[in-house]
């Protein structure tokens, strides 16, 4: 019988070490059919990444149930900004690079259980940085239906991106997970500060 591996609540937390420039929510707010277009696409790449997940490391059982959740979770909220995209009569859009996650991947090790971790943290942080500024979007958006939707998509990222954190946990001593999310979250910050604002979720 196989024996099931349980992530459990983690006392490490991702904190974010900058934070996001009020510019950005400016642009958002100004070209806000853009912005919904890139969140699409967002969604439905974070929901193909879970299940990236389950098939490239079919070893960890541990992985799979709460990629599986996290998976259906994000292919549901796609489903939700699609629909805001065609009430407004806006194509979806196709698939392009997101500088964002290309460079924060970059730093992503090589060596099996190494490029695991990293992803595992990257991909935790990447959620984190989407909690935060959907979280501005909640805040500051004029329409009180958005601010609704927006604020519960804060709810479900920052459970999300806790997830990552504990799965980490669980394949790996938790010493070892906080010196590596310590360097993504200080390569993070670095990426953010560069990068040229766009009204994009990253």
Not at 146 to 168: C, G, I, M, P
Request: charged letters at 30%.
């Amino acid at each position: 019988m196989i024996q099931l591996e349980t992530a459990h609540e983690s006392p490490l937390e991702i904190r974010l070490l900058a934070k996001t420039s009020p510019a950005w929510i400016s642009q958002v707010l100004e070209k806000f059919d853009l912005f919904l277009v890139d969140h699409a696409a967002c969604e439905r790449k974070a929901s193909a990444t879970a299940i990236q997940f389950v098939v490239k490391y079919p070893d960890r059982l541990g992985l799979v149930d709460p990629m599986i959740r996290l998976a259906r979770e994000e292919l549901l909220h796609f489903h939700q900004v699609a629909r805001l995209l065609l009430e407004r009569k806006i194509s979806i859009g196709g698939d392009e690079k997101d500088p964002y996650i290309n460079l924060l991947l970059g730093e992503c090790r090589h060596g099996r259980d190494e490029h695991f971790l990293d992803r595992l943290l990257c991909f935790g942080v990447v959620e984190a940085r989407g909690t935060e500024r959907f979280g501005l979007v909640a805040e500051n958006h004029p329409d009180s239906s958005l601010r609704r939707f927006y604020r519960k998509l804060t709810e479900a990222e920052a459970r999300h991106h806790q997830s990552f954190v504990d799965l980490a946990c669980l394949y790996f001593e938790q010493e070892q997970v906080e010196e590596r999310l310590r360097f993504l979250l200080q390569r993070e910050a670095e990426i953010v500060s560069v990068l040229k604002l766009r009204p994009a979720v990253h």
